[in-house]
């Protein structure tokens, strides 16, 4: 997997490019936009996602349970 050069995310991130910067399918930020939860613009005829707005979705999921935290639950 590629990762970006720099840890610096642009403002907007071309929909192709979206899926390795923020880790997310297309067709799940594709969801996340219908639901009104991750923004998406129009420059011709290129579809750019609002980082800031995947960000803040990011920023709302639950907190991992990873291996023994998981099996004393």
């Known amino acids: 997997m590629n ?20 880790g997310l399918s297309r067709s799940h930020l594709y969801r ?8 998406m613009v129009k ?6 996602v609002d980082a800031a707005s ?3 979705f990011l920023a709302t999921l639950p907190p ?4 023994a935290a998981r099996a004393a639950a």
């Open 32 to 39: 996340l936009a219908a639901e009104g939860r991750v923004r």
């Open 64 to 67: 991992a349970t990873i291996g």
């Open 3 to 22: 990762f970006p050069a720099s840890p610096i995310v642009p403002e907007m991130v071309p929909l192709p490019r979206a899926p390795a910067v923020f």
């Open 43 to 48: 420059a011709g005829a290129r579809t750019l």
């Open 54 to 56: 995947v960000r803040a």
